[in-house]
Nanobody, 123 residues
């Protein structure tokens, strides 16, 4: 059974930092593309940042988070992380991690999803 469990969300003031974690089980973690997505109320789910499997060395960041967010994976822990710095109120959303097979950062490319964790940034 594939499971993705996010943690690390919460409430933070603008300019602050949060680190999200996604623990993965039930699949060959190092072979899958992993992504972080977010969905704000009334908006579509969007790709925030994605990282390729260990056979490649690629990352993607949405323009809105470049130079503020960092994605990385720890293969030994089967965990993918999203370090979020200089947070803005517009970063407020439910953040999801997901696992997929083809390189890309569109939600349609991902098969397995976590339950989501709320991130709220106050102004």
């Amino acid at each position: 059974q594939v499971q993705l469990v996010e943690s690390g969300g919460g409430l933070v003031e603008a300019g602050g930092s949060l680190s999200l974690s996604c623990a993965v089980s039930g699949l060959a973690f190092d072979s899958y593309v992993m992504g972080w997505f977010r969905q704000a109320p009334g908006k579509e789910r969007e790709g925030v940042s994605c990282i390729s499997g260990s056979d490649r060395s690629e990352t993607y960041y949405a323009d809105s988070v470049k130079d503020r967010f960092t994605i990385y994976r720890d293969i030994a822990k089967n965990t993918v992380y999203l370090q979020m710095n200089s947070l803005k109120p517009e970063d407020t959303a439910v953040y999801y991690c997901a696992a997929g097979w083809g390189w890309g950062c569109s939600p349609d490319d991902y098969y397995y999803w976590g339950q989501g964790t709320q991130v709220t940034v106050s102004s």
